[in-house]
T-cell receptor, first 112, second 112 residues
């Protein structure tokens, strides 16, 4: 099966700095990679996703990059704000499979 | 509101009780999931239903029993639970082909 590893487990940055969270996956057949943000006491919510036919996707202050050869993908948050503080999960999924493999999560703390 | 609703939001039960968690989705999705989220652990997939048939059971103890009567509803029946089963139980749904999972708010379960 798939194995998704996520690093770091905790990340603390100063407001305005950038934050990068990295994930690796093991199954080269995985082709869909979403990122979820979970604020304290709330449900995980999709913030950005990328499919294997593209290498980078950007949405305002967040971006995701994918390296299929190395089997890793990363979440980049620029100009961080205190409201970005949350736990972020990466996930991987294969075509035609109804199963998401989640990373262990990264707790991001943005200090004002 | 993401379209995935879970009830109850909080549940405290004794080890000899029987209770059920309910999940309902109004998104027209054909796959539904139960996840367990414990402190400092990744999201653990418990069950997957696709087109109302169980397609995945990740070695979950038999004290957890899922039921999917139709594509919009998913239940998790609980009986003789242990204190270590205390966690946040998240329901999610998705379409078949490469779409993101939408999560419910979760049920915070405490076993005493």
């Amino acid at each position: 099966g798939e194995n998704v590893e996520q690093h770091p487990s905790t990340l603390s940055v100063q407001e305005g700095d950038s934050a990068v969270i990295k994930c690796t996956y093991s199954d080269s057949a995985s082709n869909y990679f979403p990122w979820y943000k979970q604020e304290l006491g709330k449900r995980p919510q999709l913030i950005i996703d990328i499919r294997s036919n593209v290498g980078e996707k950007k949405d305002q202050r967040i971006a995701v990059t994918l390296n299929k050869t190395a089997k890793h993908f990363s979440l980049h948050i620029t100009e961080t704000q205190p409201e970005d503080s949350a736990v972020y999960f990466c996930a991987a999924r294969k075509l035609n499979f109804n199963k998401f493999y989640f990373g262990s999560g990264t707790k991001l703390n943005v200090k004002p | 509101e993401t379209g995935v609703t879970q009830t109850p939001r909080h549940l405290v039960m004794g080890m000899t009780n029987k209770k059920s968690l309910k999940c309902e989705q109004h998104l027209g999705h054909n796959a539904m999931y139960w996840y367990k989220q414990s402190a400092k652990k990744p999201l653990e997939l418990m069950f997957v239903y696709s087109l109302e048939e169980r397609v995945e059971n990740n070695s979950v103890p038999s004290r957890f029993s899922p039921e999917c009567p139709n594509s919009s509803h998913l239940f998790l029946h609980l009986h003789t639970l242990q204190p270590e089963d205390s966690a946040l139980y998240l329901c999610a749904s998705s379409q078949d082909m490469n779409t993101e999972a939408f999560f419910g708010q979760g049920t915070r379960l405490t076993v005493v």
